[in-house]
T-cell receptor
């Protein structure tokens, strides 16, 4: 069964600290993996995409990694800001129109 | 550009009532999707439309119907609402630019069925 599992479910950190969110997937076929940020009351917005051949990709303070052998991805947030408070969703694309969504990690950044 | 616009933002229905959720995108995207988001679960696909004039069932289509009215608009209809359909509904679209194009989401319709 295709699955995307994320950990932790929720996380609280102090402003300025770093954190790492995890995503493990068992999806076949694998097209790519994308991290989305979902603010409360809004739709998800794409942060970064990882294709099969990519190991690391940065987007500002966000750095995503992908290990295709172990089927794991991580999203590292550096120097967190209050505006980083949101849910972060890992999504694996499998085929042209099929996307498998994780349940998300809810991040709270405290001042 | 507004992106993906969903209406209404909130709706309360009684069991058995019907309603249509509207979605429109102004990005000239070919494919459009309807998802539902429930607590503790990932987004689940209800229906999608690969292009104007085509629609296909997703993972959880029972109790729903869709219409791809034109390239811009993709509506979701609940004919006889049930409490199990209480959820947040998201419409998304995607450009036809190959593997790396992301889904673009609207801000959702929060539906409560009592």
């Amino acid at each position: 069964k295709n699955q995307v599992e994320q950990s932790p479910q929720s996380l609280i950190i102090l402003e300025g600290k770093n954190c790492t969110l995890q995503c493990n997937y068992t999806v076949s076929p694998f097209s790519n993996l994308r991290w989305y940020k979902q603010d409360t009351g809004r739709g998800p917005v794409s942060l970064t995409i990882m294709t099969f051949s990519e190991n690391t990709k940065s987007n500002g303070r966000y750095t995503a990694t992908l290990d295709a052998d172990t089927k794991q991805s991580s999203l590292h947030i550096t120097a967190s800001q209050l505006s980083d408070s949101a849910s972060y969703i890992c999504v694996v694309r499998s085929g042209t129109y099929k996307y498998i969504f994780g349940t998300g990690t809810r991040l709270k950044v405290l001042a | 550009n507004a992106g993906v616009t969903q209406t209404p933002k909130f709706q309360v229905l009684k069991t058995g009532q019907s309603m249509t959720l509207q979605c429109a995108q102004d990005m000239n995207h070919n494919s459009m999707y309807w998802y539902r988001q429930d607590p503790g679960m990932g987004l689940r696909l209800i229906y999608y439309s690969a292009s104007e004039g085509t629609t296909d069932k997703g993972e959880v289509p029972n109790g729903y119907n869709v219409s791809r009215l034109n390239k811009r608009e993709f509506s979701l209809r609940l004919e006889s609402a049930a409490p199990s359909q209480t959820s947040v509904y998201f419409c998304a679209s995607r450009p036809p630019t190959g593997e790396v194009s992301p889904l673009h989401f609207g801000n959702g319709t929060r539906l409560t069925v009592t």
